[in-house]
């Protein structure tokens, strides 16, 4: 402080990286933001905060900010910085041209779980009330989507159950496919100081992450399993709990549907299912993992924590089904302690699906083709919804291949370095007359637009996010966008251009018309949220003051779904020329593509990816620690450093994708979700190598 000069005054607001939501007070002399304090009062941190946070925002203010638009007639040609005026007039005069040759489903737009829920709110509106089509996704398409068809076919709706404090009630902690004290550090604090007191640990994960052993916790139980055998694991877990006699029938018989429960339970029990037949498919130990089945049925209140190791595979929705009959099984729904709980790992992954993101849902989840829904919406905003479901992003990319998709709008997302098979993006993207990006940085994606529109930074725009514990939180103005305009206020420029009637004078009238029209959100308002520091959604006449702990009465779906997850081998195979299977994952300095901060100081944490090979692998491969490896896939092959650790089990390397360098997309494969298309990232086929260097 003595070197910066003190602060003159400080505005109090939300973390835009990961799910946790930690609130801040963000310091500012003058128009200069001097440091962001963790805020005492914060409902989801109590005034603690990682290095993200409180560290990693000067990307806010780095020199490869655009801060004026650019158009272009084709991605050969320069850019030409034009007037805001000038872009809108552009942008919509090419959106309706295509509309008017093409039809409405040329048309599509992405949102980001970056942006707050207004944003997305109006992206998604656009697309349906301006484009005319439900070709509207969302960057949760790769991350999370499996956990909004898993959990709302079992339990009734998308989102976890339990708020953060709950993990204080726990005595047995499910971690599976997530790292949380790389990935949600402030909420893995807590759920470390409960396992300090005494709770019990069992960690699903191919790696040996921190948490497995660190100081003062050991996990009572690692099960190591092979990557891309979640389902396998959590049914051999499935068939000691029942088949000894250990699952929780009064709970089942009256919270459950009963009949579906008998045939899951006959299912699970197949001697094929137990953890001995199993074992050659997941390689856990079946001791191990009968013991961990049992601390789990036995131990007390059990609560799952899980993140992208369970939905970034082709059986993503199958895990999160099989997770949550685990959860019913042994009866752990609806009360303090327990529950079934995605970590989210961007910060508005919650909000963003919440808002209507998926082409087949508006917001509040509710499917477009409900006749009714449709027709609220239709009211409201004076327009007539298509009432098919639209285009994932993955269609989307197919169908401008064949020629009927023409145009898209990406709002802070850059695609080309986030989904699969970067190939496929490239050409889908080429393939395109009209793409808009509307982003802080010309990302990758960008090298295929026409229209860049510049975007402002959470320190520059109000609004709400909704962390993984469903809390919405205010965003509030810190400074003046560098751009001039917030980026709700792009959208609605936007949506003007084209002819449509917006008139928001700001963004609290966005989440108006939200709690208007979802019934889970009726009782929010920028009013009550500046009041009460935050809200937890459902928040309506049923639960005026917010829902901490979900599915307390009775589930909302009514009775609980059990769910046969039969196990279905990846058809991503290892074999003799990609003997080894590839899984990825974050580092706590770092996040995500790296867009944000490696424009900071943090990159001194972390310069540069690296991939974790087993000893024994490595000294087949004449390879040692610090040596250039090439990494190589069926869809292609990059070029990093190996680090030589036994945190990998032998044939499985590691590595994490904060480095466009790395281009760790290059080698994943096409191969996804079945219910969602999430992409399958976690489990790629490969072969390692000794490399010169790239
Ligand atoms: Fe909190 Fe997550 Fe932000 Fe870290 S990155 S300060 S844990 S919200």
Redesign the pocket.
């Known amino acids: 402080v003595k070197e910066i000069g003190k602060p003159e005054r400080a505005v109090i607001t ?9 609130t ?1 007070r963000a310091e500012m002399r003058g128009e200069q933001l001097v440091r962001m304090v ?1 805020w005492k009062d914060g409902k ?2 109590r005034g ?7 560290f ?1 925002w000067g990307y806010a203010n780095h020199q490869d900010r655009i801060t004026e638009p650019m158009i272009r007639d084709s991605i050969e040609e320069p850019w030409r910085v034009v007037s805001w005026a000038e872009a809108f007039a552009h942008t919509a005069a090419r959106l309706n041209a295509i509309k008017a040759q093409h039809g409405p489903r040329a048309l599509g737009g992405i949102t980001s779980s970056r942006c707050t829920n207004e944003e997305t709110f109006l992206v998604q509106k656009l697309v349906r009330a301006g484009f005319g089509s439900n070709n509207v996704d969302t960057c949760a398409r790769v991350c999370h989507s499996p956990t909004g068809y898993g959990l709302k076919t079992t339990f009734g709706t998308s989102a976890g159950t339990q708020d953060f404090d709950s993990v204080m009630d726990s005595d047995v902690i499910l971690v599976i496919g997530a790292n949380p004290t790389d990935a ?4 893995a604090s807590r759920m470390k100081r409960r396992l300090r007191q005494g709770a019990k640990l069992i960690v699903i994960d191919p790696r040996r992450i921190d948490l497995v052993r660190s100081p003062h916790i050991q996990a009572a139980h690692h099960l190591p399993l092979q990557p891309g055998t979640n389902v396998a694991v959590l049914t051999a877990m499935a068939h000691v709990i029942v088949t000894e006699g250990l699952a929780d029938e009064a709970f089942i018989r009256e919270r459950c549907d009963w009949d579906e429960y008998q045939d899951w339970a006959r299912f699970v029990s197949d001697e094929k299912h137990s953890p001995e037949v199993l074992e050659a498919v997941t390689r856990v130990p079946a001791a191990e993992l009968r013991a961990a089945a049992r601390l789990f049925a036995t131990g007390g209140n059990g609560a799952i924590y899980y993140g992208l190791g369970v939905t970034e595979h082709s059986q993503g929705s199958s895990t999160v089904m099989a997770i949550a009959n685990l959860a019913m099984v042994t009866g752990n729904i609806g009360r303090r302690g327990v529950g079934v709980n995605p970590l989210r790992g961007q ?1 508005n992954v919650q909000g963003a699906c919440d808002m209507g993101s998926f082409p087949h849902e508006l917001s509040g989840y509710r499917h477009i083709s409900d006749v009714a829904t449709r027709g609220l919406f239709e009211q409201v905003w004076g327009v007539t919804l298509d009432p098919e479901p639209g285009l994932r992003i993955p269609n989307m990319l197919d169908a401008a291949l064949d020629g009927s998709f023409r145009a898209i709008y990406i709002q802070g997302e850059d695609i080309l370095q986030s989904d699969p098979n970067t190939h496929h993006v490239a050409a889908g993207l080429k393939a395109m007359e009209l793409v808009i990006v509307h982003d802080l940085f010309l990302n990758e994606t960008a090298n295929y637009a026409h229209v860049f529109l510049p975007g402002s930074t959470f320190l520059e725009k109000n609004g709400t996010f909704t ?1 993984a514990e469903r809390r919405i939180q205010l965003v509030r103005k810190v400074m003046e966008p560098a751009n001039g305009l917030e980026d709700w206020e792009v959208t609605q420029e936007i949506a003007r251009a084209m002819g449509l009637e917006w008139n928001y004078a700001h963004p609290s009238e966005i989440m108006d018309e939200i709690a208007r029209l979802t019934p889970t959100f009726a009782g929010v308002s920028f009013g009550r949220l500046d009041r009460e520091g935050s809200l937890q959604w459902p928040v309506n006449d049923k639960a005026p003051d917010g829902s901490p702990i979900m599915h307390v009465d009775g589930f909302v779906r009514g009775k609980g779904k059990f769910v046969v997850t039969d196990y279905v081998p990846t058809d991503e195979k290892t074999g003799p020329r990609f003997p080894l299977l590839l899984t990825t994952g974050r580092i706590l300095s770092q ?1 995500n593509v790296g867009a944000q901060t490696r424009r900071t100081a943090n990159t001194v944490w972390h310069d540069e990816d690296l991939l974790e090979i087993h000893p024994t692998d490595a000294e087949n491969r004449g390879i040692k620690s610090g040596d250039w490896v090439r990494l190589a896939s069926r869809t292609g092959e990059t070029t990093l450093r190996a680090e030589v650790t036994e945190r990998v089990a032998p044939g499985v390397v590691y590595t994490t994708f904060h480095h466009p360098a790395t281009q760790a997309n290059v080698v994943t494969t096409e191969f996804s979700d079945w219910a969602t298309n999430c992409p399958e990232y976690k489990v790629t086929a490969v072969q390692v190598s000794p490399s010169n260097g790239p």
Do not use: D, I, L, M
């Open positions: 939300t973390c835009a990286y990961c799910g946790v939501g930690c801040f963790p989801a941190n603690h905060s990682c290095v993200k946070g409180r990693a949600h550090p402030v909420f910060n962390n996040y």
